[in-house]
């Protein structure tokens, strides 16, 4: 196995692994992937829900990756406790009792640069020195469900953090979902198991793609910027009513289907990220250029049909200030 290009088998899912009821019914839905240890998005998240009554959260993978600090990993994790935690790669591997050769766990596909690889696997393995000085974390880690299957106004919304076929799978990143057989292939497979909404995130880019029988968003990280200039992070939402906030959106089976920024405090996240990762570090080389807004895509590259953006390109801009 070549540590951060693949995955174990036990990484696949499950057959009927969204074929049960679902575990909860609410009208509005965010789902959170990589948060990424940034406790900052985290408070941002929680003010957005206290905002919102009655909204719920599920946290979908990789809560975890630059909180090698013990103090910010507890407060990370003090912080999931009142809502539903979905494991990622990265929990995944943090969870095991003996190595699984798989690295990160990330099965970064062979476009992706080997240094990047090997700056993920080294991150992973700082992160593994702080888990095992918190006792009992990596069995709680472990304890947790790879997906998820919920109920959004008497809608389907199944949760994975890669895809639906694997935990770290990226058959929902924006270059698969470009291509017109894996978008049959979705489409039956939403069609099959009566799902409204597939929310995933794991890739790190944003996508939203919407399709005859159900429709597909990935929030790309919610934890750092995913758009040029940009110093927040997406939340995907899927609610019973529109939002005011949301960058893009579309609308299928009386839901609303949307990408909400997440602004967070800045400076904060950065003296924490430059603490814990200083210049030269696997982290700072591989992600501080993209925390500070040094990112390529633009909200209209994530979407690739039948959704829509909410706001002028000057409103995006004014965020990107924000």
């Known amino acids: ?32 992937g990589g948060l990424y240890g940034n406790r900052q998005a985290l408070a941002a998240l929680e003010k957005r829900l206290a905002a919102e009554p009655g909204a719920r959260a599920v946290f979908n993978g990789d809560a975890h ?45 062979m476009a992706v640069d080997e240094a990047v690889v090997e700056r993920s696997n ?23 469900q790879a997906t998820a299957l919920v109920s959004v106004g008497g809608r389907r919304v199944a949760i994975s953090h890669g895809d639906e076929q694997s935990l770290a799978g990226w058959n929902c990143s924006r270059e698969a979902l470009g291509e017109a057989p894996r978008q049959r292939q979705l489409e039956q497979w939403l069609a099959a198991n009566r799902v409204s909404v597939l929310a995933t995130s ?17 929030n790309g990280a919610a934890g750092m910027p995913n ?8 939340l995907s939402r899927i ?40 210049a030269g570090s696997p982290a700072a080389l591989s992600y501080r250029s993209r925390i500070l807004g040094a990112c390529a895509d633009r909200p209209q590259q994530a979407l690739l ?7 002028s390109l000057c409103a995006l801009e004014a965020l990107t200030d924000e």
Do not use: K
């Open 1 to 32: 196995m070549r540590a951060g290009r693949d995955c174990p088998l036990d990484y696949r899912l499950a057959r009927d692994a969204f074929s049960d009821d679902p575990l909860f019914e609410c009208d509005a839905l965010y789902v959170v």
């Open 65 to 109: 990756w630059f909180d090698r600090d013990p103090e910010i990993f507890q407060a990370i994790e003090q912080g999931l406790s009142g809502h539903l935690a979905l494991r990622g790669n990265v929990e995944t591997e943090l969870g095991r009792a003996a190595d699984s050769g798989a690295g990160c766990g990330c099965a970064y596909p």
């Open 122 to 144: 080294a991150i992973q393995l700082e992160l593994h020195q702080t888990v095992q000085g918190l006792p009992g974390m990596a069995e709680r880690l472990a304890a947790r």
């Open 202 to 218: 794991h890739s790190c880019a944003a996508v939203a793609l919407n399709l005859g029988s159900g429709a597909l968003i990935n």
């Open 227 to 234: 758009f040029a200039g940009g110093r927040y992070g997406l």
């Open 239 to 278: 609610a019973t009513t529109p939002h005011a906030a949301a960058l893009y959106r579309c609308e299928r089976d009386g839901l609303y289907i949307e990408a909400l920024p997440l602004n967070y405090d800045h400076a904060g996240f950065l003296a924490d990220f430059d603490r814990q990762w200083p």
């Open 305 to 311: 049909a039948g959704f829509s953006l909410c706001q």
